[in-house]
């Protein structure tokens, strides 16, 4: 992939960031995580608590196993082998655990990547300016919770970067007159797939709404979404058989052999724990399934969207910054000190919805649209992670410059220039505010939760 001047400048300089953000994340987690210990994932679950995301990069990188939730992420593990390895050979060679260094670089990567598709899909296939695609792309990476994705030991950069890829090869096909082969489009869905399940919905959305009615013709459904989706599907439930079956039967019959001292421990812990951040933040459930009890019904969707999916993904609340709500008492729904913060969220929806209009007809804008629909039914319909949605930011948010894009094409003269100035402006603040607070944050102290359980 030959980089132009243009796309080379814009992402050399979200890596710089990105490269300041991981050192700082280095310096504050070096003492602690770069150990070699037997008991590594306990010192993790016991003293990483950012926002709720997961520290599998580092656990995984450290010892190589099935670290994810193999139904929802069946390639990932495969794809960290490597780095994995590389991490063992360095332990070996300098008796240091290297984890934290190597899920940096990752993070960079796949940052600097991030930026280069998001600026191609804005420069070639929005057909914008280099200095407007790079305003927007600096704009996307100035919001909250995309500076995190990319310091932070989960997958959702690799998601991101895998998303932006294929709406570019879908968009850059059609732009072309013509469409992906039916190997490209199912390799395309297994891959991202194969990190996140649900983002395999986004490659067949930006391939229905290239291909029009032929997406259903019987060869291409058959072949690039039926069978991909068998293989991916088959492959996350027989990971699960191999791999976690067993560790769930070792558990049941443990319980079976010490029933009367695990019934004993069970009721002693919710009397300790019932006032525990991990229960008294957690909604009302549709039901007690494997996967109902995971839902909610009871947080407000309103507040949800105001506090949390426009609110906290791109602009950090003043207090309880990165806080996670399942093991600290950071409000589910926090509200804003400052109107300022609320002005800058209206802005940002505004720019939303008006480009949304703007780009109604082009089909680019539909395929980023819908490809986030399983992320608003999952989310905000079913309330799964609803507590946390602001994590998941990654999945859905680049959209927002993706539909800012259109306001772009359709100004002319000085409304093109005060869109220009808005769009500075508000990036400038997002990065002032957002980066004045994770700096902070990464001076503050570790805080374990090893108390719960002593």
Not at 117 to 141: E, G, K, Y
Not at 211 to 217: K, V
Not at 420 to 437: E, G, P
Request: charged letters at 15%; one cysteine or more.
């Amino acid at each position: 992939m030959r980089l132009r001047r243009d796309e080379l400048l814009t992402a050399l300089a979200v890596a710089l960031l990105l490269m300041v953000l991981n050192g700082l994340m280095i310096v504050k987690y070096d003492d602690l995580l770069t150990v070699v210990s037997e008991d590594y994932g306990k010192l993790l679950s016991y003293n990483f608590h950012v926002s709720g995301f997961d520290p599998n990069t580092y656990s995984i990188l450290s010892d190589w196993g099935m670290k994810y939730d193999v139904l929802r992420h069946p390639l990932l593990p495969y794809l960290m082998f490597p780095l994995s390895q590389l991490n063992a050979w360095l332990t070996a060679l300098t008796g240091v655990n290297c984890a934290i260094y190597l899920s940096a670089a990752l993070s960079v990567v796949t940052g600097f990547l991030t930026a280069v598709c998001l600026f191609r899909i804005l420069n070639r296939l929005v057909a914008l300016s280099s200095i407007d695609s790079a305003l927007l792309t600096w704009l996307f990476f100035s919001m909250a919770y995309i500076l995190v994705t990319f310091f932070v030991p989960d997958h959702f950069g690799l998601s991101l970067l895998l998303i932006l890829l294929s709406v570019y090869l879908v968009g850059r096909a059609w732009q072309r007159g013509s469409v992906l082969r039916t190997w490209q489009t199912a390799a395309l869905f297994v891959l991202t797939a194969g990190v996140t399940l649900t983002n395999g919905a986004k490659v067949f959305a930006a391939e229905w709404v290239a291909r029009g009615r032929s997406f259903f013709r019987w060869r291409f459904f058959l072949l690039a979404v039926l069978l991909p989706s068998v293989v991916i599907v088959g492959a996350g439930l027989i990971e699960e058989r191999v791999y976690v079956y067993p560790k769930q039967q070792a558990e049941r019959a443990y319980y079976e052999a010490h029933k009367a001292e695990m019934i004993a421990k069970a009721r002693k812990n919710h009397q300790r724990y019932k006032n525990a951040p991990w229960v008294i933040h957690k909604g009302e459930p549709l039901g007690k399934g494997s996967l109902l009890r995971w839902t909610d019904v009871s947080t407000s969707r309103w507040e949800t969207l105001r506090e949390n999916v426009f609110g906290e993904s791109v602009i950090l609340h003043e207090y309880h910054v990165l806080d996670d709500v399942l093991t600290s008492y950071r409000p589910v729904l926090l509200a804003y000190e400052s109107g300022v913060c609320y002005a800058v969220e209206a802005v940002v929806v505004v720019f939303f919805l008006v480009g949304i209009v703007c780009g109604w007809r082009q089909r680019l804008l539909w395929m980023v649209l819908l490809g986030i629909v399983p992320d608003v039914l999952m989310h905000l319909v079913l309330g799964f992670a609803i507590n946390e949605v602001y994590i998941m930011a990654a999945h859905w948010l680049y959209v927002v410059p993706v539909a800012a894009g259109f306001v772009f094409v359709r100004c002319r003269g000085y409304g093109l220039w005060a869109v220009r100035l808005l769009t500075a402006a508000l990036t400038v603040w997002l990065f002032v505010h957002n980066l004045s607070l994770l700096v902070q944050w990464m001076q503050q102290p570790i805080v374990s939760t090893s108390f719960w359980y002593e």
